[in-house]
């Protein structure tokens, strides 16, 4: 009885490296979900930027606010940053004959 010793190696396909295209698709698919995840925590938690605007009003204003929930707190702020808006550009307008400080400075 003969042993055959070199008996020949089973073929191995050789793992290539990721490809350009691939790479990619991966990041962009990564990149996509990534940001789905960010925009439904945005969604659930409310950013930090606006707990502290109100904790700052609330603090600030003290009893005058207490009886406002946060929903309609926030909508008497937005409210207020609008007429604080509208009463700066007419103020703009009369100073600048008829132009806002960006339209003065060339920026708008």
Do not use: Y
Not at 10 to 23: A, E, G, H, R
């Amino acid at each position: 009885m003969q042993l055959d010793l070199f008996v020949e190696a089973p073929q191995v396909k050789s793992l290539t490296s990721p490809t350009k295209k691939s790479t990619a698709r991966l990041s962009e698919t990564l990149h996509q979900h990534t940001a789905s995840i960010d925009e439904a925590l945005q969604s659930i938690f409310k950013s930090s930027q606006e707990e502290t605007r109100l904790q700052q009003t609330r603090r600030t204003m003290g009893d005058s606010v207490s009886h406002l929930s946060d929903d309609e707190l926030e909508v008497c702020l937005t409210e207020f940053q609008h007429l604080i808006d509208e009463w700066l550009n007419a103020f703009e307008h009369e100073l600048f004959d008829g132009q806002t400080l960006k339209q003065v400075l060339g920026r708008g």
